[in-house]
């Protein structure tokens, strides 16, 4: 029992990080194959827009993130620009104001930025809604690739890829928040190319307005909660790397571990919330990519770390096979490169890949103190940005 136990959690581990994204990779390529055959027409035409931008103490960050929405080659008289000012304490609110091209909203208390999306969705016209973050900068052709997709009529929320700005030396929070950004941009990009991916991420994503309807204020994850409306809604959501959204990496592995520890615990408040969407009866194809992309990632991986290695120590008491003596050893070597990672966390190298077990497992670690963070209620809603690099 205890051989089977083991192996087993091997093998989810090997089928989350490495199966399903074969899986998903053989998916693609074959319906890639089947569009060949019979070519659709994605154009469409410009609609008008709205980008909502939710706002805390980002005084550094508004005339930047204004001109970079100038520079879109979108047509501006087609762009609506709406921001919320979640009652910051800097001059966020006095800067806003000085903006004639902007309608700007005021939360006079401070109610977090699911609280501010509600308050902006009640001034939304617009067939198309997309949301950003004041210090998310998008390429030039962000909107316009957004938008391409909602020619097709199944689809209802397009996600952009998060993108991290890297320096060619970095120390552990950039390098391992920059290795697993590719790493999931890729899978969401396969996700996307086999129907539909899971969610999007706040830096970057639009929705079709009609199907949002107001979310609860206390939302942790306001982008997983949202975007997840089009699922619902029976629509897909589509993955496109074309679009995208920079942002500087967390200035160290302690804001960093912050931040994955809130949305650990974000991601299980929505996840409870909406159980229908793990229902195979209603979502089938959901529920397995779900399954394998995240349930998997998020309740076993993370035992994993402490399960697998106290079973390969009961098999060795009771075994001499190589291969457990093996595997033992590779556990040693990472707990190794793990420990290094630790030592080395705030230094900037160029060896980033040392970095990667390190960051890996602050990850399954984080999840584990988010989900106890949920369980006691005690992730506020108003959220205190983590420090990012400058």
Known sequence: MTIILFWTFIGLILYSYFGYTLILW??????????SFNPTNNSIDKPYITIVVAAFNEENNIAEKIENTLQQDYPQDRIVKIWVNDSSTDRTMEILSSYSNITLLNQPERKGKMAAINLAMKHVKTPITIFSDANAMLSKNAISKLVEPFANPK?????????????WVENAAATG????????????????????TLSATGELYAIRTEIFKEVENDTILDDFAVSTLAIKNKYQIKYVSEANACERASANIIEEKKRKVRIAAGSFQVLFRNLELINPFKHLSFSLKFFSHKLLRWFVLPLSIFIIPLLNLIILFNSSEPIYIVTMVLQFIMLMSIIAGWLLKDKNITLKGLFIPFYLFMMNISIIQGFIRFIKGKQNVRWDKSVRQT
């Open 26 to 35: 053989i998916i693609s390529i074959l319906k890639k194959a089947i569009r």
């Open 177 to 196: 928040e920059g290795f697993y950004w590719k790493y999931e941009s890729l899978i969401k990009k396969l996700e996307s190319n086999c129907g539909s």
């Open 155 to 167: 689809v209802g929320c397009v996600a952009g890829e998060k993108r991290i700005h890297l320096q």
